[in-house]
Nanobody, 112 residues
Framework: QVRLVESGGGLVQTGGSLRLSCTASGSTLDFNFIEWYRQAPGKEREFVAVIGNDGYTDYAESVKGRFTVSRDNAEKAVNLQLTELKPDDTATYYC??????WGPGTQVTVSS
């Protein structure tokens, strides 16, 4: 069974950038699609972005134009580039493969 682990979270100021990675124990292509979600304290988990094996991508309206999802050339990881960060982006970010395999999450904190 392929496992997923997120990394790259941290503390950043408003307007800053971070790059999150979702690394697979095997290949990310073992999944038809990889999604990113986030959950802020006291809020429900929300969809952020998705990338399919065919290269299809989609984003939540709240992050369009600021976040970019991509797959690395070795197909071992799916990355989420976060730019123009806002305090509202503060959350634990999770990646999920086909909605069934979830990573443990990585914390992103944006200070004002």
């Amino acid at each position: 069974q392929v496992r997923l682990v997120e990394s790259g979270g941290g503390l950043v100021q408003t307007g800053g950038s971070l790059r999150l990675s979702c690394t697979a124990s095997g290949s990310t292509l073992d999944f038809n699609f990889i999604e990113w979600y986030r959950q802020a304290p006291g809020k429900e988990r929300e969809f952020v972005a998705v990338i399919g094996n065919d290269g299809y991508t989609d984003y939540a309206e709240s992050v369009k134009g600021r976040f970019t999802v991509s797959r690395d050339n070795a197909e071992k990881a799916v990355n989420l580039q976060l730019t123009e960060l806002k305090p509202d982006d503060t959350a634990t970010y999770y990646c999920a493969g086909d909605g069934r395999e979830w990573g443990p999450g990585t914390q992103v904190t944006v200070s004002s």
